[in-house]
């Protein structure tokens, strides 16, 4: 819904200069760079489907790159703004994928919560405080276990999996045989708080208005990487370092141009039914990247150390 409502609220502030010309708000057609106004009050993160990794290699048409959906998105806006197409008709036809997440899934028939089938699946046992990287959903008798072991970005994500993807591969390894291996597929908008009142100073318009903005209008693509950067180690972080991103445990990430990137008040991921991992979840992080990283990072250490000792426990029962 980000394209439309965003849509609609450049078209009001288009209606209101030409009612009133004396206000002059600015409108940011997505054919200029605004990147050195670049505000924040949040990212939402929208999963907006999921596929089985042996799908990934053959994507519906409306998938796009950033090119391509920034050029349907300058389509469509000059399209409502030169009064071609009313709003009520306005439909987002492609979409551009930022973020992926990749899991695996398995179920478990008549089961004890700590058997040692699912430690071996998971790693560790399923303890009652909360494992970010690991859910667990009950349906009578079988218990489904699903563990995330990925976290991507892209520009384009038709290119990134089209010849295959390293971790995808992995998954043809035996140990993943008789799992689900799915792949969450999310795009990125970006809100600020639009004071209407205050920019214009009448008293009947609604005081505030969320806007929203697909990350495909921004005309930067610097800044469009930064963001995405700043997400995935974001998410790498609190999910405490899926099995596959081992590699990113201690990113350095510097945004010297747009520090705001990494100082959004709010990050949401909707609700996606077909996961437990993805349960309409807000973050609100009062912290930098660096001290964001830090806790993750021993949690990571200490968990690997765990593991460790759960498989040497299994070896001497046996």
């Not at 709003?87 to 990749?102: C, H, M, Q």
């Not at 790693?123 to 276990?145: A, H, P, Q, S």
Request: hydrophobic share 35%; net charge negative; with cysteine.
């Amino acid at each position: 819904m980000a394209v439309e409502d965003w849509l609609a609220l450049e078209s009001l502030k288009s209606k209101v200069n030409k009612i009133f010309p004396s206000l002059d708000l600015k409108l940011k057609p997505p054919t200029e760079d605004h990147s050195s106004e670049f505000t924040l009050e949040g990212y939402r993160v929208n999963i907006i489907e999921s596929k089985y990794s042996h799908e990934m290699g053959i994507l519906d048409s409306e998938y796009l790159g950033y090119n391509s959906s920034h050029d349907e998105f300058v389509k469509l806006y000059e399209s409502v703004i030169n009064n071609e197409t009313n709003l009520s008709d306005v439909k987002k036809t492609w979409r551009f994928p930022s973020l992926y997440f990749i899991t695996v899934s398995k179920n478990f028939h008549d089961i004890e919560k700590n058997d040692e089938r699912i430690i071996q699946f998971i790693g560790e046992e399923i303890r009652d405080d909360k494992l970010y990287n690991i859910c667990k959903k009950e349906n009578g008798n079988m218990l489904t276990v699903e563990k995330l072991i990925y976290i991507g970005r892209t520009t384009d994500i038709v290119n990134r999996f089209r010849d295959g993807h390293k971790v995808t591969q992995a998954l043809s390894d035996s140990k993943y045989d008789g799992t689900k291996k799915r792949i969450y597929i999310a795009e990125i908008d970006i809100f600020n708080i639009f004071d209407f009142k205050k920019s214009t100073g009448i008293s009947n318009f609604q005081d505030k208005f969320l806007e929203f903005t697909p990350i495909e209008s921004i005309n930067n693509r610097e800044l469009i990487d930064d963001i995405q950067i700043f997400l995935e180690r974001y998410f790498i972080s609190h999910y405490l370092v899926p099995v596959y991103n081992v590699k990113d445990k201690t990113p350095k990430v510097n945004f010297v141009k747009w520090p705001m990137v990494s100082k959004p008040k709010l990050i949401t991921i909707n609700d996606f039914s077909e996961s437990c991992l993805f349960k309409e979840l807000k973050f609100e992080p009062e912290f930098s990247i660096d001290e964001l990283l830090e806790e993750p990072r021993r949690k990571y250490e200490n968990s690997m150390k765990y593991i460790k000792q759960k498989e040497q426990q299994f070896r001497e029962e046996k």
